[in-house]
């Protein structure tokens, strides 16, 4: 499937470059707290999604609507609206890891990247852009909470998904995996200090491949650069 370069940069930037985690450092208090287990990120990460697309879209459609000078209030309103449906479907459907994840369904309202995708980007372009700008970044925050919860799971209980069918439901049930059988566990990685720890291992092998890539790119801008270019 093509897709235009503008819309690659999206993805790059959401997913990767401009990640809501690992590059700008945002909505770390649900982070840390949910990520205990994989399957907890798993849940805040997809609810988090469908807000992102959702206000992104909303604000997009509205966009010629709203006058600039009240704009960030109704962007609020319109995030709150959002996450409240979001609340009510998941403790409807997903009661039990509604239960899980409490107060910090609610509290995405709070989360500065939605505000800050919906003033930056959703209410400067059309509709199509702003859909995948949301889904880039939903799917950038999504990784980051599995990543760092998968990361603490199998540091502390050697487990992987644990209770996925418990709290998304048996088709989820095959992702349940026990990686160190007999595993002591470490109960470190479970409490806040240790996805603190584990968060900045993250972040720097992030960094680090990060400086590799740039590295790469340019001793292979030097290498074109020498060669003559008739060869070329």
């Given at each position: 499937?093509?897709?235009?370069?503008?819309?690659?940069?999206?993805?790059?930037?959401?997913?990767?470059?401009?990640?809501?985690?690992f590059s700008q450092y945002l909505a770390l208090c649900p982070l840390l707290?949910?990520?205990?287990?994989?399957?907890?990120?798993?849940?805040?990460?997809?609810?988090?999604?469908?807000?992102?697309?959702?206000?992104?879209?909303?604000?997009?459609?509205?966009?010629?609507?709203?006058?600039?000078?009240?704009?960030?209030?109704?962007?609020?309103?319109?995030?709150?609206?959002?996450?409240?449906?979001?609340?009510?479907?998941?403790?409807?459907?997903?009661?039990?890891?509604?239960?899980?994840?409490?107060?910090?369904?609610?509290?995405?309202?709070?989360?500065?990247?939605?505000?800050?995708?919906?003033?930056?980007?959703?209410?400067?372009?059309?509709?199509?852009?702003?859909?995948?700008?949301?889904?880039?970044m939903g799917l950038g925050f999504t990784m980051a909470l599995v990543v760092?919860?998968?990361?603490?799971?199998?540091?502390?209980?050697?487990?992987?998904?644990?209770?996925?069918?418990?709290?998304?439901?048996?088709?989820?049930?095959?992702?349940?995996?026990?990686?160190?059988?007999?595993?002591?566990?470490?109960?470190?990685?479970?409490?806040?200090?240790?996805?603190?720890?584990?968060?900045?291992?993250?972040?720097?092998?992030?960094?680090?491949?990060?400086?590799?890539?740039?590295?790469?790119?340019?001793?292979?801008?030097?290498?074109?650069?020498?060669?003559?270019?008739?060869?070329?």
């Amino acid at each position: 499937m093509f897709i235009s370069e503008s819309y690659r940069k999206i993805m790059r930037d959401g997913i990767w470059d401009n990640n809501i985690v690992f590059s700008q450092y945002l909505a770390l208090c649900p982070l840390l707290a949910v990520t205990v287990t994989a399957t907890n990120g798993l849940g805040m990460g997809l609810a988090t999604l469908a807000v992102l697309i959702s206000t992104n879209a909303i604000v997009s459609v509205t966009r010629h609507l709203i006058p600039s000078e009240v704009r960030i209030p109704i962007f609020v309103l319109l995030i709150a609206a959002v996450v409240t449906v979001v609340d009510m479907l998941m403790d409807a459907w997903l009661h039990e890891l509604h239960k899980v994840l409490g107060l910090f369904i609610p509290l995405i309202v709070t989360n500065c990247a939605i505000l800050g995708r919906a003033e930056s980007f959703a209410s400067r372009q059309p509709v199509a852009p702003s859909l995948w700008d949301g889904l880039m970044m939903g799917l950038g925050f999504t990784m980051a909470l599995v990543v760092l919860g998968a990361a603490r799971e199998i540091a502390s209980a050697g487990t992987l998904f644990a209770n996925a069918s418990l709290l998304l439901g048996d088709r989820f049930k095959f992702i349940e995996l026990t990686l160190i059988p007999d595993y002591k566990g470490f109960l470190l990685m479970a409490l806040p200090p240790g996805g603190f720890i584990m968060l900045a291992f993250i972040i720097t092998g992030k960094r680090l491949l990060d400086r590799k890539r740039v590295a790469n790119k340019a001793q292979a801008a030097l290498l074109s650069e020498a060669i003559p270019e008739e060869i070329r």
